[in-house]
């Protein structure tokens, strides 16, 4: 290195310090946080960049191994980053894009950087919060590498040998001084973005290898690749429902510039199921993407319909909502410049891509109509039926809106309200069965908990018509109870938050099967019926003890029987176990120092953190299909690992 280029290094090299260092410190503000959400986001900022360079066209394989140490390692077969002196900057282009906040690939304008969003903040970003980084590009026939300590080059970039292909190799070991409370890759979680990727870019083979532990001698591993795309993610989210026709229904093209890509079909559920991607990233919150699907699909099928007669004999409008029953889509565009708004993030703001959306789905969804009159009949009909289905409803609907609080109706009797005014104050507890609903209410704090008691088994909203739900007292009681009323004629599901009574919302149920099956039917009804709360963090689950053990006036709970045996242990001879059967062997106080009280209590926050998976889960746990459920709880004793 000659003088004049090491003065040139350090004055740079400073400010991409002082950017470095900037992560270091705020690490959450580039990653979102610092658990196992931030831990595994690492893993997609790193394949982002790669998959930038698959969909520039030049890398159609990815590979991500999960090393034994944790560290991971991510190869592509692209054409590997530059590695000759960056102009401005006087160091490699490797350097630049690994240490310079920002940087990315900024520097090749044209065709690169289209993916990313919450991702998309660079690499120099994960090697900022790693202990560790190996960068090796294999590029005009030789192999170049760097390393680098916590984000900081270690050598200027050097050959190390011969290449006989092109790309680039990252491996980062994450630095768990930053990451404090995880320390594990979860391979399901991998997995799933993995599998999502190779959805979202067709042509595309992405694998994952677990070399942490072998099965049967060989390390797990997945291969991810789709032919099709977005056609075969929709048949994937739909593999336990039934379709109404034959194929999806696949919408591709550019509007105003803004790639749009749009795979759906019908089927025989009553559930709206719609998934959509900015620059691969899942918006959960939806935004004007989705606003303008909804309303070019609106628009086109009731012109269809008009046009086409299907609609003489009805004597009533036809709502959004009817539209979109037993609709599962998958909305991906590409936006440049993405604006994220909205409490997480994930809502697209772009003004400009709800038209665009829009008149793609106006255009090739009526030409699909025109060209597929059979399919047609059957998609207008089956929007006809929910039309009828929700008139005939109108009468339960409207009678829920009433007995909310604000519509006058006053609150259920069943509830035992607590006196605290303040909702961010208020806790409210569903409790299984009448018996358990009184022990609840003995024990509870009635300054600041409220006890609403739910009969047996509540619905199972995954099979019931949407009427079905509005009429359903149980759930009626919810609804009145939390102050939420439902959404309007168009959008049955948008609620209004803004009056909710409660802001931890709190499942509890017995310990056992019967126990967790009604959770999960709870959790079902608000995951179809209330997901703002979810994504709103409201929802909790509370868990009860399974033993308590006893030696004279001692006395421990025990959630595990691991921890039992350890409390049998530590207390000896003379010691006795009694078993919780149910919430209702508990007395008031029990229930109280176990399960309620804010000192000692645990609670698990509902999330959802792969919105996919969990549509699966749910179909999968409450829908017809046995085989796979039963497959799904044997791999899953407790259906602990849904998304609490
Ligand atoms: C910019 C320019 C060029 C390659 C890349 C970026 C690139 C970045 C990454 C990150 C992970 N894998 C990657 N592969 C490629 C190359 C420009 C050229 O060769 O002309």
Same mark, same amino acid.
């Given at each position: 290195?000659t003088t004049d280029k090491n003065q040139n290094y350090s004055a740079d090299s400073i400010q991409a310090l002082e950017g470095m260092e900037h992560v270091r410190k705020r690490p959450s503000m580039y990653i979102g946080d610092v658990g196992v959400r931030g831990l595994h986001h690492l893993v997609y900022e790193v394949v982002d960049n790669s998959i930038d360079e698959a969909m520039a066209g030049h890398c159609n394989k !990815?590979?991500?191994?999960?090393?034994?140490?944790?560290?991971?390692?991510?190869?592509?077969?692209?054409?590997? !980053?530059?590695?000759?002196? #960056?102009?401005?900057?006087?160091?490699?282009?490797?350097?630049?894009?690994?240490?310079?906040?920002?940087?990315?690939?900024?520097?090749?304008? +044209?065709?690169?950087?289209?993916?990313?969003?919450?991702?998309?903040?660079?690499?120099?970003?994960?090697?900022?919060?790693?202990? #560790?980084?190996?960068?090796?590009?294999?590029?005009?026939?030789?192999?170049?590498?760097?390393?680098?300590?916590?984000?900081?080059?270690?050598?200027?970039? $050097? &050959?190390?040998?011969?290449?006989?292909?092109? =790309?680039?190799l990252v491996t980062f070991k994450p630095d768990l001084s930053i990451f404090k409370d995880v320390e594990k890759y979860n391979y399901e979680t991998l997995a799933n973005r993995m599998r999502e990727l190779s959805f979202l870019n067709k042509g595309i083979r992405v694998s994952l290898t677990d070399k942490r532990k072998k099965v049967e001698g060989e390390y797990v591993t997945e291969s991810f690749y789709s032919e099709h795309?977005?056609?075969?993610? !929709?048949?994937?989210? %739909?593999?336990?429902?039934?379709?109404?026709?034959?194929?999806?229904?696949?919408?591709?093209?550019?509007?105003?510039?803004?790639?749009?890509?749009?795979?759906?079909?019908?089927?025989?559920?009553?559930?709206?199921? *719609?998934?959509?991607?900015?620059?691969?990233?899942?918006? #959960?919150?939806?935004?004007?993407?989705?606003?303008?699907?909804?309303?070019?699909?609106?628009?086109?099928?009731?012109?269809?319909?008009?046009?086409?007669?299907?609609?003489?004999?009805?004597?009533?409008?036809?709502? /959004?909502?009817?539209?979109?029953? @037993?609709?599962?889509?998958?909305?991906?565009?590409?936006?440049?410049?993405?604006?994220?708004?909205?409490?997480?993030?994930?809502?697209?703001?772009?003004?400009?891509?709800?038209?665009?959306?829009?008149?793609?789905?106006?255009?090739?969804?009526?030409?699909?109509?025109?060209?597929?009159?059979?399919?047609?009949?059957?998609?207008? +009909?089956?929007?006809?039926?929910?039309?009828?289905?929700?008139?005939?409803?109108?009468?339960?609907?409207?009678?829920?809106?009433?007995?909310?609080?604000?519509?006058?109706?006053?609150?259920?009797?069943?509830?035992? +309200?607590?006196?605290?005014? +303040?909702?961010?104050?208020?806790?409210?507890?569903?409790?299984? /069965?009448?018996?358990?609903?009184?022990?609840?209410?003995? @024990?509870?704090?009635?300054?600041?908990?409220?006890?609403?008691?739910?009969?047996?088994?509540?619905?199972?909203?995954?099979?019931?018509?949407?009427? $079905?739900?509005?009429?359903?007292?149980?759930?009626?009681?919810?609804?009145?109870?939390?102050?939420?009323?439902?959404?309007?004629? &168009?959008?049955?599901?948008?609620?209004?938050?803004?009056?909710?009574?409660?802001?931890? !919302?709190?499942?509890?149920?017995?310990?056992?099967?019967?126990?967790?099956?009604?959770?999960?039917? *709870?959790?079902?009804?608000?995951?179809?019926?209330?997901?703002?709360?979810?994504?709103? =963090?409201? *929802?909790?689950?509370?868990?009860?003890?399974?033993?308590?053990?006893?030696?004279?006036?001692?006395?421990?709970?025990?959630?595990?029987?691991?921890?039992? %045996?350890?409390?049998?242990?530590?207390?000896g001879t003379g010691s006795s176990v009694q078993r919780y059967k149910g919430l209702g062997e508990m007395n008031a106080i029990q229930l109280w120092e176990t399960t309620m009280n804010p000192e000692s209590r645990t609670f698990r926050k509902v999330t959802i953190d792969t919105p996919v998976e969990a549509d699966r889960v749910f179909t999968m746990l409450m829908g017809d299909e046995v085989p796979p459920r039963r497959d799904?709880?044997?791999?899953?004793?407790?259906?602990?690992?849904?998304?609490?």
């Amino acid at each position: 290195m000659t003088t004049d280029k090491n003065q040139n290094y350090s004055a740079d090299s400073i400010q991409a310090l002082e950017g470095m260092e900037h992560v270091r410190k705020r690490p959450s503000m580039y990653i979102g946080d610092v658990g196992v959400r931030g831990l595994h986001h690492l893993v997609y900022e790193v394949v982002d960049n790669s998959i930038d360079e698959a969909m520039a066209g030049h890398c159609n394989k !990815i590979d991500v191994i999960i090393n034994e140490d944790d560290s991971i390692s991510v190869e592509d077969d692209g054409r590997g !980053i530059p590695v000759g002196i #960056h102009q401005k900057e006087g160091v490699s282009a490797l350097e630049v894009v690994m240490t310079k906040i920002g940087a990315g690939g900024k520097f090749d304008k +044209d065709s690169y950087k289209v993916s990313g969003g919450l991702h998309g903040v660079g690499v120099s970003v994960v090697n900022a919060l790693s202990d #560790h980084l190996t960068a090796v590009v294999y590029r005009d026939g030789k192999t170049w590498q760097q390393e680098y300590e916590r984000g900081k080059a270690m050598y200027p970039v $050097k &050959e190390t040998g011969k290449a006989d292909k092109t =790309g680039t190799l990252v491996t980062f070991k994450p630095d768990l001084s930053i990451f404090k409370d995880v320390e594990k890759y979860n391979y399901e979680t991998l997995a799933n973005r993995m599998r999502e990727l190779s959805f979202l870019n067709k042509g595309i083979r992405v694998s994952l290898t677990d070399k942490r532990k072998k099965v049967e001698g060989e390390y797990v591993t997945e291969s991810f690749y789709s032919e099709h795309g977005l056609k075969e993610f !929709i048949s994937f989210l %739909d593999e336990n429902r039934e379709p109404l026709i034959p194929e999806v229904i696949s919408i591709e093209g550019e509007k105003n510039n803004v790639p749009v890509e749009i795979a759906m079909v019908y089927n025989s559920s009553y559930n709206e199921n *719609i998934h959509s991607y900015v620059n691969n990233i899942n918006t #959960h919150e939806g935004g004007t993407h989705l606003s303008g699907f909804r309303r070019g699909l609106t628009s086109t099928l009731k012109k269809y319909a008009d046009s086409s007669g299907l609609l003489d004999k009805i004597k009533f409008e036809i709502s /959004g909502d009817d539209f979109r029953e @037993g609709l599962t889509a998958i909305i991906s565009v590409k936006v440049a410049e993405p604006q994220f708004e909205g409490q997480t993030k994930t809502k697209l703001g772009n003004k400009e891509v709800s038209s665009a959306v829009s008149q793609a789905v106006s255009e090739m969804l009526q030409n699909y109509l025109e060209e597929h009159p059979n399919e047609a009949k059957i998609i207008v +009909d089956k929007v006809v039926l929910a039309a009828q289905a929700r008139h005939a409803a109108r009468k339960a609907r409207e009678m829920v809106q009433r007995k909310t609080v604000m519509g006058g109706g006053g609150l259920p009797g069943k509830l035992s +309200d607590c006196s605290e005014q +303040d909702p961010s104050l208020c806790e409210i507890f569903l409790v299984e /069965g009448d018996s358990a609903g009184g022990t609840a209410k003995q @024990g509870r704090d009635r300054n600041f908990q409220a006890i609403l008691p739910l009969r047996g088994k509540i619905l199972n909203v995954e099979k019931a018509m949407q009427h $079905k739900v509005f009429e359903n007292q149980e759930i009626i009681n919810i609804y009145t109870a939390l102050g939420v009323t439902v959404g309007t004629e &168009e959008d049955s599901k948008a609620l209004n938050l803004e009056k909710l009574r409660y802001h931890k !919302i709190v499942i509890m149920c017995d310990a056992d099967v019967d126990g967790s099956h009604i959770s999960t039917l *709870i959790l079902t009804f608000f995951f179809r019926y209330m997901k703002e709360l979810i994504e709103n =963090g409201h *929802i909790y689950i509370a868990t009860p003890p399974l033993y308590m053990v006893k030696k004279a006036s001692k006395k421990e709970y025990a959630w595990s029987d691991e921890a039992r %045996d350890k409390l049998l242990d530590d207390f000896g001879t003379g010691s006795s176990v009694q078993r919780y059967k149910g919430l209702g062997e508990m007395n008031a106080i029990q229930l109280w120092e176990t399960t309620m009280n804010p000192e000692s209590r645990t609670f698990r926050k509902v999330t959802i953190d792969t919105p996919v998976e969990a549509d699966r889960v749910f179909t999968m746990l409450m829908g017809d299909e046995v085989p796979p459920r039963r497959d799904f709880i044997e791999r899953n004793a407790t259906y602990a690992n849904i998304d609490a």
